[in-house]
């Protein structure tokens, strides 16, 4: 009997393609000398339109996946306003930042890069951090994420850096992480990421929420004022909440218990009328200064320290509206870096070059149609006029028989907006050079702003890198990969590098010789493209660093504290706490052992919001334990000691009032319990007015590192 088994297998071999040991080629077959560098004219030049390997390259990758977003697919948004509080005309002519207090609609959208649409919030990953503004001159898009680098320096490499974070491709594994051997390989040999990875694996990649996350615009801009005059520009969201993170453990255990944890988070705090805030900053460098810094402003994977450049704020933006339609405006709204009005424009940074092609070829295949400006949320409020036609789901009714400028029979309408009437008109930039494929000799320094950063952490922030660093690499099940990643990690700092391969039961390898740097053709692989490391004019900044930045006013507004009951709490203390938590704009939630309600010492009844079976201490910043009885049923309970256990794991403020101290007995780190841990807050006398005061101040801290192991001590 014949055996048909492995035909099907045998069918598909026709299709099967395998790069090992040949050229790397175009679709068309043309084999090419550099895959790492777009066409450009001269070394810092603008990327060319007639580069047929970038477009043919990002043409393909934009339309890889149907119809979520290649990358930030996971994410959500709200409405709001920007308004102007320090304007700058002498700066830009952009209307919307002319007028102290004039207020601007905007959308923004928070999102993870990695992950598909059904993935957890609380990944380890780059966070987005898009507005749109609507403006009277046109829609204007500040497309940024919450760290002020990236990985790469050209938009070429693109491609390559998101086919390696994303599911491997022979078994769609691990979604929505980083952790991984592709990522790590690929990072492994391009340098000029390791900036980039300092920031991935602080705490930066785990916000608490989109609330408590700052927002850059990651490339030099250029800002032009009425006389044509420009100076150079970096755009910075400041959030009024502060920075705060979610310590690793904690994020693996939300993404379980509730893996909506951001998205809910927002939604919950606008409606509640805590609406989030950010101030927008600008750091402004004369043209002058282009070339006067250690660093390359063009280079999209380094910073301008705030110390050289402070940070001066312009305005600020509130969130006070949720989407009525998740999809309709949240889903289907569309950035795009090249939306830009009056006053703002591009540089010559290659990555931003690649992406204001990218988003547009993006949107035709996201959204399905030329027409996705029509989208209501897409919509400028400004007026639209032009000779575009046609095209899928077009909604725009046009009225005559014109539809080509120039004309006569239209009477020459639409007609060009001169510069004085609104018309856009880019910086009149000198550009002489030759088309090339190379990067400036000023993009070379990989190491030293991933130095400058990790300095400028505490102990307990170098000490999560640490972790984070042993965790992702734990991962990875190729030694040669971790082997050149401890290399390169020892280009950052030796101790960072040797306390990595601890965890990894390896030894860090001697460097020989500099790393190789893979952003360069073959020809050039012994030339002037070497990694090299710059002495940095700023040896630590504070800026950088999420705990040497606390609010101005330490806030709990919007924060989530876990009451727990049971029949015989003392219906005082509860109430007491939760109106001393309201009035600083917080919130007590009720667990208890079963929903509906639990009986107070004088028989009244308090309304159950979570049961520990619906609950975790990880959905909570603070745990508040109110005097009372049933107290040693509670301490019978595996369930509340995991509560309790994991809040201290978690560094998070526990409360024991009264009686319930007793209780904290019972818990693994009671033999822990220092008289300096501040984060642990102990009435024993029951004075609650004083108990609520010093609980709520210990909140405003956030949290409790020093209750850690720190490996940087």
């Given at each position: 009997m014949k055996?048909?088994?492995?035909?099907?297998?045998?069918?598909?071999?026709?299709?099967?393609?395998?790069?090992?040991?040949?050229?790397?080629?175009?679709?068309?077959?043309?084999?090419?000398?550099?895959?790492?560098?777009?066409?450009?004219?001269?070394?810092?030049?603008?990327?060319?339109?007639?580069?047929?390997?970038?477009?043919?390259?990002?043409?393909?990758?934009?339309?890889?996946?149907?119809?979520?977003?290649?990358?930030?697919?996971?994410?959500?948004?709200?409405?709001?306003?920007?308004?102007?509080?320090?304007?700058?005309?002498?700066?830009?002519?952009?209307?919307?930042?002319?007028?102290?207090?004039?207020?601007?609609?905007?959308?923004?959208?928070?999102?993870?890069?990695?992950?598909?649409?059904?993935?957890?919030?609380?990944?380890?990953?780059?966070?987005?951090?898009?507005?749109?503004?609507?403006?009277?001159?046109?829609?204007?898009?500040?497309?940024?994420?919450?760290?002020?680098?990236?990985?790469?320096?050209?938009?070429?490499?693109?491609?390559?850096?998101?086919?390696?974070?994303?599911?491997?491709?022979?078994?769609?594994?691990?979604?929505?992480?980083?952790?991984?051997?592709?990522?790590?390989?690929?990072?492994?040999?391009?340098?000029?990421?390791?900036?980039?990875?300092?920031w991935a694996m602080s705490d930066r990649a785990i916000p608490r929420s989109y609330r408590m996350m700052e927002g850059f615009g990651v490339h030099t801009f250029r800002l032009i004022n009425e006389a044509g005059e420009s100076v150079f520009v970096k755009f910075h969201w400041k959030p009024k909440l502060g920075t705060h993170a979610v310590a690793w453990d904690e994020a693996q255990k939300i993404s379980g218990k509730n893996p909506d944890f951001h998205r809910q988070d927002l939604w919950e705090a606008i409606e509640a009328g805590n609406f989030p805030e950010w101030d927008l900053g600008v750091q402004i460098i004369p043209s002058e200064d282009e070339n006067k810094y250690e660093f390359d402003l063009l280079d999209p994977t380094k910073l301008v320290p705030e110390e050289l450049v402070p940070v001066t704020i312009i305005g600020r933006m509130v969130l006070n509206k949720n989407p009525d339609n998740f999809f309709a405006e949240t889903e289907q709204i569309a950035f795009h870096p090249g939306h830009v009005v009056p006053g703002i424009d591009f540089t010559n940074d290659p990555l931003l070059q690649g992406r204001l092609f990218s988003y547009t070829d993006t949107q035709l295949?996201?959204?399905?149609?030329?027409?996705?400006?029509?989208?209501?949320?897409?919509?400028?409020?400004?007026?639209?006029?032009?000779?575009?036609?046609?095209?899928?789901?077009?909604?725009?009714?046009?009225?005559?028989?014109?539809?080509?400028?120039?004309?006569?029979?239209?009477?020459?309408?639409?007609?060009?907006?001169?510069?004085?009437?609104?018309?856009?008109?880019?910086?009149?930039?000198?550009?002489?050079?030759?088309?090339?494929?190379?990067?400036?000799?000023?993009?070379?320094?990989?190491?030293?702003?991933?130095?400058?950063?990790?300095?400028?952490?505490?102990?307990?922030?170098?000490?999560?890198?640490?972790?984070?660093?042993?965790?992702?690499?734990?991962?990875?099940?190729?030694?040669?990969?971790?082997?050149?990643?401890?290399?390169?990690?020892?280009?950052?700092?030796q101790e960072l590098a040797e306390k990595v391969a601890i965890g990894l039961g390896a030894t860090v390898p001697p460097v020989l010789e500099k790393p190789l740097n893979h952003g360069v053709s073959p020809e050039n692989e012994n030339g002037k493209q070497e990694s090299t490391t710059m002495e940095q004019s700023v040896k630590s900044s504070d800026a950088l660093s999420m705990l040497k930045n606390p609010v101005n006013s330490p806030t709990i507004a919007s924060r989530k504290v876990a009451i727990i009951c049971a029949d015989g709490v003392s219906e005082a203390a509860v109430s007491n706490m939760k109106k001393a938590l309201l009035q600083d704009d917080a919130k007590g939630c009720i667990v208890a052992p079963h929903l509906g309600a639990v009986i107070s010492d004088t028989d009244g009844e308090i309304h159950v919001d979570f049961s520990f079976l619906t609950a975790s201490s990880v959905l909570f910043d603070a745990v508040y334990i109110p005097d009372g009885l049933g107290l040693t049923v509670l301490a019978e309970s595996d369930e509340v000691n995991e509560f309790l256990n994991d809040a201290y794991k978690h560094c998070k403020v526990i409360g024991a009032d009264g009686k319930a101290v007793s209780l904290l007995s019972a818990a693994n780190f009671a033999s822990k319990i220092t008289n300096d841990d501040q984060g642990l807050i102990v009435s024993k006398e029951a004075a609650r007015e004083k108990f609520a005061k010093d609980f709520i101040q210990a909140m405003g801290k956030h949290r409790f590192w020093e209750r850690e192991p720190n490996l940087y001590n």
């Open positions: 055996n048909f088994q492995d035909e099907k297998q045998r069918d598909l071999l026709i299709n099967k393609s395998d790069g090992t040991n040949k050229f790397l080629t175009t679709d068309q077959g043309v084999r090419i000398n550099d895959d790492n560098n777009s066409l450009k004219a001269g070394e810092r030049g603008p990327s060319l339109l007639e580069d047929f390997i970038l477009r043919e390259k990002i043409t393909h990758f934009d339309h890889e996946r149907i119809p979520e977003r290649i990358v930030h697919a996971r994410g959500s948004g709200a409405h709001g306003f920007f308004e102007v509080t320090n304007p700058i005309p002498e700066l830009t002519k952009a209307g919307f930042l002319q007028e102290k207090g004039l207020k601007t609609p905007v959308f923004t959208r928070f999102s993870t890069v990695a992950g598909s649409r059904g993935s957890t919030d609380l990944a380890r990953d780059v966070r987005g951090f898009s507005v749109k503004f609507y403006t009277q001159e046109g829609i204007y898009d500040l497309v940024g994420n919450n760290v002020p680098v990236f990985f790469i320096q050209d938009a070429s490499k693109f491609p390559d850096l998101i086919h390696a974070v994303k599911p491997e491709p022979h078994n769609e594994i691990p979604q929505a992480a980083s952790a991984h051997d592709t990522f790590w390989d690929f990072i492994s040999l391009m340098p000029e990421s390791m900036h980039m990875i300092m295949s996201r959204l399905g149609s030329p027409n996705f400006h029509e989208i209501p949320i897409n919509r400028s409020v400004a007026p639209v006029h032009n000779n575009q036609r046609d095209g899928h789901m077009r909604q725009e009714i046009n009225t005559g028989r014109v539809s080509y400028h120039p004309n006569s029979l239209g009477g020459g309408c639409p007609y060009q907006a001169k510069i004085a009437e609104g018309g856009f008109a880019s910086f009149n930039e000198r550009i002489d050079a030759h088309k090339i494929r190379e990067r400036s000799e000023s993009f070379n320094d990989h190491f030293g702003q991933a130095k400058l950063f990790f300095n400028s952490q505490t102990p307990a922030e170098k000490s999560h890198i640490v972790k984070a660093l042993r965790f992702e690499l734990g991962k990875v099940e190729t030694t040669a990969i971790r082997l050149r990643m401890l290399g390169l990690l020892s280009q950052v700092d």
